[in-house]
């Protein structure tokens, strides 16, 4: 397939679905201003990009339950161009994007209530775009005081995202193939940052986080990525602790461990890595302790990705082994907390394992489709929080299905407390790697850059 039949595949599937009489108006991402005269690098707004493959600014794209697809984008205008580089223009756009129709961006507000006459539904992403549900209501308003005329209002307005979210949720096989390379070229990233972590430190060379997500960004770039898919964390020591921290100016010191959760975004899908290392390139006992821990617990979420599982079953196989494990190396006591099911029943593992397994990814990093499964949304539970009390509603997770791609990323932080043994306090570690879920089990993107103890020791010697 070209991938312009790809995209007019996805434009005919969301025809289907919002029915022969439906509209649906979709914009792209607005430019965003970072300081005076000066704008965020471009990116296009997911879903605009997933119906056309258009990375231009000021775009929109509209489509009618007929199959008919009209672009709306900024005109030829060689002044402009010359400041701003090329526009593909509405003349060009038909044959270049396979649309139907292409007008000026400056045309929408002319042509918009023509389009919106005699259609049943208007669809279009609530709550996502600014002010877009002013823009819609204007166009009706112009479209109604027609209405004398013999024209006919849209009656209802449909929240486009369900059905959009549904599609992208399963990645198609070219998804599936960006996503590929998008892992690559981040595990590269990361092999790069560890091996320069152990060279500069074995020449007694001065270490800090900036000098690790200057390979990462380099690595990222010079493979023909146009952004990191979010910002990096290069967390050495006790940084590591601050699930949030960001790639900023600590010392990266011999003997402390360094969590670097950073990845690319290519071609509009992110990828999502994270490997916590030993910043000399040699584990401690207490570190390694951890660390084969969080790789146990890493390697019982990935067997338990496959399709048919539910969404938490992997969190549940991760949050068992930590539980366990915790108890086993002291970081909790079974005089106080009990047994394992105990740890889990009151969540007494959360102060050291505080965020859940994985996420959706794909165009965006924390990627959309609900997490709760669509045939089974009657099924509503309620229970009490153990550690909170607050009262949870349970719905039953999403069931995995093939094409679906997830992260899987336990870990394990410790901060200095009543009763935690000194040789743990301030180890954070976390391992994360991108999964498709597949028929017999998932495949992982990521695992270009080495995960276990010898495999990681092994490269930094070198
Ligand atoms: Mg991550
Ligand atoms: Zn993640």
Sequence with gaps: MTMNSIYATRRAQLAQAIGPHGIAIIPTAPEQQRNRDSDFPYRADSYFYYLTGFTEPKAWLVLTGDGSSTLFCQPKDVER?????????????????GVNAAFSSAELDAKLPALLDGRDAVWYAFAVHKALETRVDGWLSSLRARVRYGSLTPQTQRDLCGVLDEMRLVKDPSEQATMRRAGQISAAAHIRAMKTSAKMLRAGKEVREYHLEAELLHEFRVNGSQFPAYGS?????????????????????????????????????????????????????????????????????????????????????????????????????????????????????????????????????????????PSELGQVSTR???????????????????????TIEPGIYVRPGAGVPEQFHHIGIRIEDDAIVTTTGCELLTRDVPVSVADIEALMRA
Aim: charged share 25%; hydrophobic share 45%.
């Design 81 to 97: 161009e010359i400041w701003d580089g090329y526009r593909l223009g509405p003349d060009a756009a038909p044959a270049a994007l």
């Design 233 to 373: 964390i290069v967390a050495a020591g006790a940084n590591a602790c601050v699930l949030h921290y960001r790639a900023d100016k600590g010392l990266v010191r011999d003997g402390e461990l360094v969590l670097i959760d950073a990845a690319c975004e290519l071609d509009g899908y992110a990828s999502d890595i994270t490997r916590t290392f030993p910043a000399n390139g040699r584990f401690t006992g207490p570190q390694r302790m951890l660390y084969e821990l969080v790789l146990a617990s890493q390697q019982a979420a990935i067997v338990a990705t496959k399709a048919g599982a539910r969404f938490t079953d992997p969190h549940d196989a991760a949050v068992q082994v930590l539980a366990q494990g915790m108890l086993d190396v002291g970081l909790l006591d079974k005089n106080k907390v009990g047994s394992l099911q105990d740890v889990i029943e009151k969540r007494a593992y959360f102060p050291f394992y505080m965020h859940r397994t994985g996420h959706w990814i794909g165009m965006d990093v924390h990627d959309c489709g609900d997490y709760t499964e």
């Design 384 to 406: 009490q929080d153990a550690l909170t009390g607050e009262l949870i509603k349970d719905r039953p997770a999403r069931i995995l299905r093939p094409g679906m791609a997830l």
